[in-house]
């Protein structure tokens, strides 16, 4: 058997070859989710497994979908995916049958009791405000070995984004993806455009961030990315 893609591919999922008895609904359980305001991508890819597995076990009914179908259909999953990603891939499947629940298409979620498996969480590192002074110092001492206006542009990008993202917690996605009609300095705030559940944010941000960003701006606006619809551009690229 072919080693599967990973879930979090995005721009990867196997087209199944048949459908299963539960196709159609599960095409109407992700429109609804999709109204809802989630994205459905990384669940397609989901059911497109399940599907398989329903597919080459043959099974027709709901009632077959029982609590060994679930730990079978778990650890097989296991083999290949971490305890974590089986853990997402299994409450997907319990939520798609809480929706069959509200449909008055079964009576029995068998995914609610089902085992968890343990995770191996990495506790995030939180900087010291010493910490973050240190790493500040080291991007001005870097600044001020720029041998051109480029590579003064690109450093000073870098210590700009540090700044934003120590100030304000922005994803790495949304710093890099925060353009320059979304910065409005006299009002100190960030728009942040399709964020998580595609909604937009609007972020209020300290003076000192606007006085980073003001600087920034400065420097940028006389160098040959001053065109970039970016906020944030590199040495080399109109993007970060």
């Known amino acids: 058997m072919p080693k599967l893609p990973c879930f979090g591919c995005v721009n990867t999922w196997w087209p199944i070859m048949s459908e299963s008895f539960l196709h159609q609904h599960i095409e109407s359980f992700l429109k609804f989710r999709r109204q809802m305001g989630h994205r ?4 397609k890819f989901q059911f497109n497994l399940f599907e398989r597995e329903l597919i080459r076990r043959n099974i027709h009914q709901i009632s077959e979908i029982d609590s060994q179908f679930v730990h079978d259909h778990a650890f097989e999953i296991l ?3 971490s305890p974590g990603t089986v853990n997402c891939h299994m409450t997907i499947l319990e939520n798609f049958f809480c929706y069959l629940q509200r449909v008055d298409l079964t009576c029995l979620n068998p995914f609610l009791n089902r085992t968890m498996f343990r995770s191996l969480y990495f506790r995030p590192y939180v900087f010291s405000d ?3 002074k240190s790493i500040l110092q080291s991007f001005a001492s870097d600044i001020s070995k720029s041998r051109n206006r480029d590579f003064l542009l690109g450093r000073l990008s870098r210590r700009c984004a540090f700044f934003i993202q120590a100030n304000c917690g922005l994803r790495v996605s949304e710093l890099s993806n925060l353009k320059r009609k979304d910065v409005d300095l006299a009002g100190a705030t960030l728009l942040i455009e399709k964020t998580k559940f595609q909604k937009d944010r609007l972020i209020p941000i300290s003076q000192a961030v606007v006085s980073e960003i003001r600087n920034y701006l400065e420097v940028k606006s ?4 001053q065109g970039s619809k970016y906020l944030l551009v590199s040495a080399t690229a109109d993007s970060f």
């Open 40 to 43: 459905i991508h990384d669940n």
């Open 79 to 81: 083999k290949t995916r």
């Open 130 to 132: 010493d910490e973050v």
């Open 222 to 225: 006389q160098s040959r990315r």
